[in-house]
């Protein structure tokens, strides 16, 4: 029975951890924190507005995202530029 109690406890745990996280954070209107960014990323990403995204807008956007780090213009990424330190005037992905 204790056994029982303790996966109890654990599971109780991860539940509550889980739901602390940004990722479940719900706003005002009940959305998920994660369904809202998803949600401004298609919009950002679907160019011919039908509310979804093809390959080619999927790849189109990637490949401006790409330019838009490669800040050195070397064709190749690196931790710096993927971090956006210290380039000042790049803002870096999370950010």
Do not use: C
């Amino acid at each position: 029975m204790l056994k029982i109690a303790k996966i109890a406890l654990v599971a109780a745990s991860l539940a509550v951890g889980a739901a602390s996280t940004p990722a479940f954070a719900v706003n005002a209107r009940g959305v998920a924190a994660g369904e809202l960014w998803a949600r401004q990323m298609l919009q950002l990403m679907d160019t011919d507005k039908n509310g979804r995204v093809s390959r080619a807008e999927w790849m189109q956007f990637m490949a401006a995202e790409f330019d838009r780090l490669d800040v050195d213009h070397s064709g190749e990424l690196t931790v710096r530029e993927l971090s956006g330190f210290p380039y000042s005037a790049h803002p870096g992905p999370h950010r």
